[in-house]
């Protein structure tokens, strides 16, 4: 589709397209899943935690194994996340701060 650096790849395209159609594929799914079964108190309960538990599944890897900078930007997180209450003002200063750190060092 082109040269140069902002040529795209008939394959990487591809590739995204259809990781674009699966997630969405899901979201439907589950969404029309839901609304076939009855939820209880318990399911909605764990529900509502998924997305944090996701993020620190993701991110606690990298916090475990990460240095200065990202234990520091940590400390900011849990101090704007107690501040705010706001998930994504906390990652989003999180990330901030974390490449303030490694800028740095």
Do not use: Q, Y
């Not at 040269?3 to 969405?24: F, H, I, Q, R, S």
């Not at 589950?30 to 108190?41: A, K, T």
């Not at 849990?78 to 800028?103: D, K, N, Q």
Request: hydrophobic share 60%.
């Amino acid at each position: 589709m082109g040269e140069g650096a902002l040529a795209l790849d008939p394959l990487v395209v591809g590739v995204v397209l259809a990781m674009a159609l699966v997630t969405a594929l899901t979201k439907v799914g589950g969404l029309w899943l839901l609304r076939r079964i009855e939820v209880s108190e318990r399911l909605e309960a764990g529900l509502s935690v998924l997305p944090g538990a996701i993020v620190i599944a993701i991110l606690g890897p990298e916090l475990a194994a990460g240095g200065p900078a990202e234990w520091g930007a940590a400390g900011v997180v849990l101090l704007v996340m107690w501040r705010t209450e706001s998930i994504l003002l906390s990652l989003c200063s999180g990330v901030g701060t974390v490449v303030l750190f490694r800028a740095i060092a």
